[in-house]
């Protein structure tokens, strides 16, 4: 991981999809996760924060996507930032953490998407943790700019975890 003073974070877990818990030590990697995203972030972001993560089914992130973005399918990650972007640095300023807001990952989306791109499960679980938590953080993809943005701090955040480019063709997925 990059070697910087980076401030606690706190993943809050609420799993309901029991394919989650079918993934030894998943937590432990996702928390990890946080605090790699956390040491890549410009420093006025660089402060201790809270998200939650809802580690849910299809069914729940379909209707999540629906209520809150108007789609009716569900997909893999969904982030629902507290606040605007703006007002991120200075709320890191104060003394206690900084509620980002949630992240909803659907578990059967995610695994189909890990077995079509022939990747570990686990790695493609923490690739969409960092990816949620930037948009709590105000990236996003909209544009082909902010895209090439976006994957290319992605990709050093899973570097810096040692796992693979989440972009690059994988070459192997456990069975």
């Known amino acids: 991981m990059k070697s910087l003073s980076v401030p606690p974070s706190r993943l809050v877990f609420v799993i309901e999809a029991k394919g989650w818990k079918r993934i030894p030590g998943l937590r432990a990697r996702l928390t990890k996760a946080a605090a790699a995203t956390s040491a890549r972030l410009p420093k006025k972001f660089r402060f201790s924060f809270s998200a939650n993560v809802l580690l849910t089914g299809n069914a729940c992130v379909k209707q999540l996507n629906h209520d809150?973005?108007?789609?009716?399918?569900?997909?893999?990650v969904l982030s629902f930032p507290q606040f605007m972007l703006?007002?991120?640095?200075k709320l890191g300023k104060e003394k206690k953490p900084v509620a980002l807001g949630d992240i909803a990952i659907a578990y059967m989306y995610t695994a189909k998407e890990a077995k079509e791109?022939?990747?570990?499960?686990?790695?493609h679980t923490v690739?969409?943790?960092i990816h949620g938590l930037l948009h709590l953080f105000g990236y996003d993809h909209l544009s082909d700019l902010d895209a090439r943005k976006m994957e290319k701090?992605?990709?050093e955040?899973?570097?810096?975890l040692e796992l693979p480019n989440p972009y690059a063709p994988?070459?192997?997925a456990r069975t």
Request: a negative charge; glycine letters at 4%; proline letters at 9%.
């Open 117 to 123: 791109n022939n990747k570990l499960l686990e790695n």
């Open 153 to 155: 701090l992605e990709t």
């Open 170 to 172: 994988q070459q192997q």
């Open 157 to 160: 955040i899973m570097k810096d």
């Open 86 to 89: 703006p007002d991120l640095p």
């Open 68 to 76: 809150f973005r108007g789609i009716d399918k569900p997909t893999n």
């Open 127 to 129: 690739h969409l943790l």
